[in-house]
C-alpha cells in the first residue's frame, strides 16, 4: 500500500521559533490532510490541501500541497507552549477511503 | 467538520472477555464510518470501514471475528473486541468521514478509547 514518510520524527524547539515539517509518498495523493494529536486524546484536523500547488494558512499554520503530488510540508511561526503535540500527515490511501498516516513529528517547546 | 463522541473513554477489562465500544456522529449523518488502531508511540492503522446497512470491510491482518462492527444508524457504530487478550490493548479511535462525490475528503475523529487486557 501507499507509505508516507514523515519528518522530523521530533523536534526540540524554543518557545518563538518557527517549526517546519514535511510528508512524502511514494504514490501521487489527491488530498493531503494535517492532524495534531495531544497525548491520549484522537487526532485535530488542522489543514486540509486538495490542489498539487496549494498553499493553505490556518492562523500560524502553513501548509503546501507540492507540486509533484508526493509531498507537502507544514509550517508553525512563532512557536507558543500549546503547539506541543505529535502532528501527521495523512492522506487517502487506506482502504474504502480510509486514511493512511505518517508516523508523526512530535514536536517539543523548551521554554 | 463533524463532532464525534466515543464511549467509554476507558476500559479495563481481563483476558477472554468482549468490550463493546461506541463511536457516535453527534451533528452528521454518517454512511460511513472508520475505525483505527494506535499502539503506543505509534501511528494510527486503519482497521476497518464500517458500512449502514452492510457489512463492514476490514484491513488486511484484520480479524473480523474478532473485532465484530455493527453500525447501527446513521450516527451509531460499535466495535466489540471479542475474547480480548493483551496483545488486544491499545488506543481504539473512530472517525466521521465528510466529502461529496463520493470522496471524503476530510476525516473527523472521535476522542479515543484506552483499551487495557489484563
Known amino acids: 500500500g501507499q507509505q508516507l514518510n514523515q519528518s522530523p520524527q521530533s523536534m526540540f524547539i524554543q518557545e518563538g521559533e518557527d517549526v517546519s515539517m514535511n510528508c512524502t509518498s511514494s504514490?501521487?495523493?489527491?488530498?493531503w490532510l494535517w492532524y495534531k494529536q495531544d497525548p491520549g486524546e484522537g487526532p485535530v484536523l488542522l489543514i486540509a490541501?486538495?490542489?498539487?500547488?496549494e498553499l493553505t494558512s490556518n492562523g500560524r499554520l502553513t501548509a503546501q500541497f507540492g507540486i509533484t503530488r508526493k509531498d507537502s510540508f507544514l509550517n508553525i511561526s512563532a512557536s507558543i507552549p500549546s503547539d506541543v503535540g505529535i502532528y501527521f500527515c495523512?492522506?487517502?490511501?487506506?482502504?474504502?477511503?480510509?486514511?493512511?498516516f505518517g508516523k508523526g513529528t512530535h514536536l517539543i517547546i523548551q521554554p | 467538520g463533524a463532532v464525534v463522541s466515543q464511549h467509554p473513554s476507558r476500559v479495563i477489562c481481563k483476558s477472554g472477555t468482549s468490550v463493546k465500544i461506541e463511536c457516535r456522529s453527534l451533528?452528521?449523518?454518517?454512511?460511513?464510518m472508520f475505525w483505527y488502531r494506535q499502539f503506543p508511540k505509534q501511528s494510527l492503522m486503519l482497521m476497518a470501514t464500517?458500512?449502514?446497512?452492510?457489512?463492514?470491510?476490514?484491513e488486511q491482518g484484520v480479524e473480523k471475528d474478532k473485532f465484530l462492527i455493527n453500525h447501527a444508524s446513521l450516527t451509531l457504530s460499535t466495535l466489540t473486541v471479542t475474547s480480548a487478550h493483551p496483545e488486544d490493548s491499545s488506543f481504539y479511535i473512530c472517525?466521521?468521514?465528510?466529502?461529496?462525490?463520493?470522496?471524503?475528503?476530510?476525516?473527523?475523529f472521535g476522542p479515543g478509547t484506552r483499551l487495557t487486557v489484563l
Open positions: 472517525s466521521v468521514p465528510i466529502g461529496s462525490g463520493g470522496s471524503y475528503n476530510e476525516q473527523f
Open positions: 504514490s501521487i495523493f489527491n488530498t
Open positions: 490541501l486538495y490542489k498539487a500547488g
Open positions: 495523512a492522506g487517502p490511501g487506506g482502504g474504502a477511503d480510509g486514511l493512511t
Open positions: 451533528d452528521f449523518q454518517a454512511t460511513t
Open positions: 464500517s458500512n449502514e446497512g452492510s457489512k463492514a470491510t476490514y
